[in-house]
């Protein structure tokens, strides 16, 4: 037997407490909103199947919208998807502000089903404690992370989930919260791939890959992907580009266009300066000591041309577009080589995009296994790429932290400003260095001391600034420090003299020490310093 209970027109429900569904095993019951309708739950909705094969639904046709404040709750204790929503109009929306919770004994039992179209929001993630959950989605249908705080993107297969499994079509992230979205597990896009708003962060575990004849859109300096990221099969749209950067800089790659199932591309930027030293071929003068890209193709992919991009051209050293070139490393030789200047874009301006492609008769050797690009010059006059900082390191030593740094490379470079954070995004001037001077070969050490460094994390980046002005950051560093604790006091009762132990209490600091009597007159006041 089946409840249904049906909202249509412009009606408007709002609960504004927790709301439940509970079917006991005996009844089906169905709720579908139809129309403009809409249901607006100011807590968290929950859908229970107590028992039977009975369906527990929520349904949305139409143009009718469901906004949940806090979480939505499926919870299955029977068989079948018992607990469920269904999706069933491209027009429709579900806005759960949120986290996402499936509970269910085994597989098949609750799920979430895009299948006829529909737009899905989630503020928060999606959460699968026994491992157990659907995800189904049309090609029509598009799940949006929209949330303000840091988000964990679900993976798609939980380990011991059986053929529960989550697909993804259409997914955007869109993300206020200013913090990287983390990815969780593997996942592959099989329609699109949307950058809207937030920087989502993979690794060689964590990936995302876009599938055969599917395609990326959007990207720019507050939205890309940090980390690896895969294109395979074909790219019906033309070139393909690769939304990637890092440390706070966009520096995305283009590829020609690929025409096979099978073809493979995984590409990562690295904020960073280059492996294997400085060995450079005759045909560079020098290359960047700032960035680099890795790429990897698989078996069979062929060899295509590329374009590396910038979105500041005085942020990464460029100032003459004619004699950059892309430099690519040869394993066989041990060097950078050249591979030519097939083309520019954009402007060798400050805050002026733009880019550079390999000669065109010249594509990259790409081998199997990692291979290594970044932007090289042909004239030691021009394009000044930035200070090679080899490392940048922070250390406790004792109560202070010590900021460490080693370059090379330091051609026109005036000094270094090392800047300090408590949030990793509002950073003030901690202390500067002179620069040693041009040099070419040899290394450079730098060292300043944080003598007051905050409980908890602090971030910490290197500003190089040249002569003329203009300035680049290193990526930014954390160290935690532990807050400081209570202080212990011994004896207690004291006669004489009175201990008091700290931990985390800055050495150079005195300690104010006040003692009061029962009814709260102070009796004792003295300043001490801390001793070791």
Not at 165 to 171: A, G, H, L, Q, S
Not at 197 to 217: H, M, Q
Not at 404 to 433: C, H, I, Q
Request: contains cysteine.
């Amino acid at each position: 037997q089946t409840l249904d209970m049906s909202v249509g027109n412009e009606a408007e429900v709002v609960l504004g407490a927790d709301f439940t569904l509970q079917q006991d095993g005996a009844y089906a019951i169905t709720i579908g909103f139809y129309g403009n309708a809409k249901l607006w739950v100011k807590a968290n909705m929950t859908l229970i199947g107590a028992g039977g094969n009975y369906s527990n639904t929520l349904n949305t046709y139409g143009s009718s919208k469901v906004v949940i404040d806090s979480s939505l709750i499926l919870n299955s204790t029977a068989t079948d998807e018992v607990a469920a929503v269904f999706m069933r109009s491209p027009s429709s929306k579900i806005e759960v502000k949120q986290d996402i919770v499936m509970s269910a004994d085994s597989e098949g039992d609750v799920g979430l089903n895009l299948t006829q179209g529909g737009l899905l929001y989630i503020g928060g993630v999606f959460s699968r404690p026994d491992k157990y959950g659907i995800l189904r989605m049309a090609d029509d249908s598009k799940l949006i992370y929209n949330g303000s705080s840091q988000q964990y993107i679900a993976q798609e297969e939980m380990s011991g989930a059986g053929t529960d499994k989550f697909t993804f079509t259409n997914i955007e992230f869109a993300n206020t919260s200013g913090l990287p979205m983390i990815l969780t597990g593997p996942m592959e896009v099989t329609d699109s791939l949307v950058l809207t708003e937030g920087v989502l962060n993979t690794d060689s575990v964590n990936t995302i890959t876009i599938a055969d004849s599917a395609k990326i859109v959007g990207g720019g300096q507050n939205c890309y992907i940090n980390g690896p990221l895969t294109k395979r099969g074909t790219s019906p749209y033309g070139t393909f580009v690769f939304p990637i950067g890092g440390g706070g800089v966009y520096a995305p790659v283009q590829i020609d266009t690929l025409y096979n199932s099978t073809d493979e591309y995984t590409i990562q930027y690295f904020n960073c300066p280059p492996p294997f030293g400085n060995n450079i071929d005759p045909s560079l003068d020098h290359i960047s000591g700032q960035e680099y890209w890795s790429i990897q193709k698989a078996p069979g992919t062929p060899d295509v041309n590329l374009s590396l991009f910038w979105s500041d051209a005085a942020a990464r050293g460029i100032n003459d577009l004619g004699s950059l070139a892309v430099a690519f490393y040869n394993t066989t030789l041990s060097q950078w080589v050249s591979l030519g200047n097939g083309g520019t874009t954009g402007s060798a301006s400050a805050a002026v995009s733009g880019s550079v492609s390999n000669d065109l008769n010249c594509p990259p050797p790409f081998g199997n296994g990692a291979n290594f690009l970044t932007l090289g010059s042909t004239s030691d006059q021009f394009n000044v790429l930035p200070v090679e900082l080899i490392s940048f390191t922070a250390h406790l030593e004792e109560d202070i932290v010590a900021v460490k740094w080693e370059t090379s490379f330091e051609e026109n470079n005036d000094y270094f400003a090392v800047e300090k954070s408590t949030d990793g995004m509002n950073f003030e001037l901690l202390g500067t260095r002179l620069a040693t001077g041009n040099n070419s070969v040899v290394s450079n050490y730098y060292k300043l001391e944080d003598t007051a460094p905050a409980g908890g994390y602090n971030y910490y980046r290197l500003k190089q600034v040249d002569k003329d002005g203009t300035f680049y950051f290193s990526e930014t560093i954390a160290i935690s420090i532990d807050n400081h604790s209570a202080p212990v006091l011994f004896p207690n009762p004291v006669k004489h003299n009175l201990h008091i132990y700290t931990n985390g209490w800055s050495r150079r600091s005195n300690v104010q020490v006040d003692i009061f009597d029962q009814v709260g007159e102070r009796i004792f006041s003295r300043s001490y310093p801390i001793q070791t």
